[in-house]
């Protein structure tokens, strides 16, 4: 029986629960103030003594002193099997995405295309907050009218940070988005279920007003992640993020598009970059111009 290529995290919280029983847990590599370099080294060892290879996602927000943790483990063990893969969403978007890389893991999909697929599932994750305050908000745009509603207390915005960003100020509590004329964040066109974390701010917006607007098939409370306030700056939020559940349309979306390999490490890659070395795809050359002579002494056989 073939076993699933492992997909490794930073942190336990970014693990949500599997959908099925098929669904594989995530590995966690935890920060060097958890987990000491010898630690470290005999865990992601036996990760790939068991699995043959390892993804793991790196989220942009982590810290310097885990990135480098990472980077050292891989360089300590000698090894080209281990993915180290940059991803550039909030938390629980992120969490939604590993999810997804593990409901891929049991396919037929090489590691190297698993490894490239966290780029292109990615696209397909909308991950946003209701906010209780954006005053200190950097990750998304914010207008200085933004910033001055910011300081009322019963200010709420709802923010989507990914695909595209998106601010707008809701009405007066959480009963009273549509009363005050806001217009909701865009949602996506395809079918998708939701996941939400509450901070400090009641949670059943998410459920009362933008599950029904973007038609979901289903609604998942989970604990919100420990760097999310951080991330948005503020305690007073509740997370959310959207995406695709079922892993045949994953599969169908990762399988459709064309393989390469890489031309440095030899892994298989979808997109224009390889997840385990990093390196871009490079375009063959186009065929070499037919010169004037070359036409000539082909015209002259005919």
């Not at 003594?49 to 390892?54: D, F, N, P, S």
């Not at 890389?101 to 590691?111: A, E, G, T």
């Not at 019963?154 to 695909?163: K, M, Y």
């Not at 007003?209 to 998942?220: F, I, R, Y």
């Amino acid at each position: 029986m073939r076993v699933p290529t492992a997909i490794a995290v930073t942190s336990a919280d970014l693990v949500l629960p599997a959908p099925d029983r098929h669904t594989p847990a995530a590995a966690v590599l935890p920060p060097p103030e958890e987990l000491d370099l010898e630690g470290a080294l005999a865990r992601t060892a036996s990760l790939l003594e068991r699995h043959g290879h390892l993804v793991v996602l790196v989220p942009a927000w982590l810290r310097a002193s885990a990135v480098r943790r990472l980077h050292t483990v891989r360089a300590i063990l000698e090894t080209d099997r281990i993915a180290l893969v940059d991803v550039d969403l909030p938390p629980l978007g992120t969490a939604l995405l590993v999810r997804q890389l593990r409901q891929l893991s049991v396919c037929d999909f090489s590691p190297g295309v698993l490894a490239s697929a966290a780029r292109l599932l990615s696209h397909y994750v909308y991950a946003g907050a209701l906010l209780g305050s954006v005053a200190k908000l950097d990750r998304v745009p914010v207008g200085l009218k933004a910033h001055a509603k910011s300081w009322s207390p019963s200010a709420q915005f709802a923010v989507l940070a990914h695909p595209t960003p998106h601010l707008v100020k809701l009405g007066s509590g959480s009963g009273g988005t549509h009363g005050g004329g806001a217009t909701l964040p865009p949602g996506p066109d395809f079918a998708i279920h939701l996941i939400f974390a509450r901070g400090q701010l009641d949670g059943d917006w998410v459920a009362s007003d933008l599950a029904p607007a973007w038609k979901v098939q289903g609604v998942m409370e989970n604990p919100l992640p420990a760097d999310s306030p951080a991330w948005w700056a503020t305690p007073k939020l509740v997370e959310f993020a959207a995406g695709i559940p079922d892993p045949s349309v994953l599969y169908q979306l990762v399988a459709s598009v064309r393989r390469e390999e890489c031309r440095w490490c030899g892994f298989e890659l979808i997109g224009d970059r390889c997840g385990f070395c990093a390196a871009p795809l490079i375009a063959p050359p186009p065929p070499p111009a037919q010169t004037a002579a070359g036409s000539r002494s082909r015209s002259g056989l005919r």
